[in-house]
């Protein structure tokens, strides 16, 4: 294969991966506690003036979304840099959405099932209380049921994070299961919602659209030479 046209097909390639990216931010815009995704390219270049983006990941960004209120008891959001602590069958998953349930035999989970866990383990909601009480520290009680501490934990700047559904696991980094409370606060009754800004990802969706265009007009052209060079030198 000719060289620029590689290079121009890789582009394209690469145009392609980051719109399946921005649409993807663009459906979750309004899902409770998702993080924006950004495609990561590094440059590889076939000589001095030509290089070609190889694909190296995906970036989550764990910035802080807004907080709106529900008024649901059930309802959890985070402040600060933390995450809460899922039980799944593949084993324990980080996540940020924090509208919980109650499942038939009491213990608290995810819309999706999954067990939220505590400092002990899994937390059971124990008698009939319907007034839970949810504290900034991540206590958990009701009337008649001594405190639970909801398990917290937070992540050092060089935590490396993968998406696995509305979860998340880390592949590299430091866990703090212990964050202080200063640098996170629970509020309940509310919700945090998705950090991503739905009209600059519109714009940036757009740009990648154009951006896939040109190098698709770039491989057409390159095509065309090419067939001209064939039926010229075909032609003597």
Do not use: C, H
């Amino acid at each position: 294969m000719d060289r620029s046209i590689f290079v121009a097909l890789t582009g394209a390639m690469a145009q392609q991966k980051r719109l399946e990216v921005a649409s993807y931010n663009i459906a979750n815009a309004d899902t409770t506690g998702y993080k924006k995704q950004a495609n990561l390219f590094q440059a590889t270049f076939t000589d001095a003036l030509k290089a070609y983006p190889v694909d190296d990941g995906i970036d989550i960004d764990m910035t802080q979304g807004a907080i709106r209120n529900t008024g649901n008891k059930l309802d959890l959001a985070m402040m600060g840099d933390g995450l809460f602590v899922v039980k799944t069958p593949q084993g324990e998953r980080y996540t940020r959405q924090g509208d919980f349930t109650i499942n038939l035999d009491g213990i608290l989970t995810t819309k999706e099932g999954f067990p939220v866990l505590g400092e002990g383990g899994e937390i059971r909601i124990t008698g009939k209380d319907t007034e839970i009480v949810v504290n900034d520290a991540g206590g958990i009680s009701t009337k008649n049921m001594p405190q639970k501490m909801i398990r917290l934990v937070s992540f050092g700047a060089d935590t490396k994070f993968i998406k696995e559904g509305q979860f998340y696991t880390v592949t590299e980094g430091s866990v703090n299961k212990n964050p202080a409370l200063g640098d996170l606060q629970i509020v309940q009754g509310n919700l945090e919602v998705s950090n991503v800004n739905a009209a600059k990802e519109m714009v940036n969706l757009i740009e990648i659209i154009r951006n896939y265009d040109s190098q698709s007009k770039v491989i057409q052209t390159l095509d065309d030479m090419t067939k001209k060079t064939i039926n010229d030198v075909g032609a003597f």
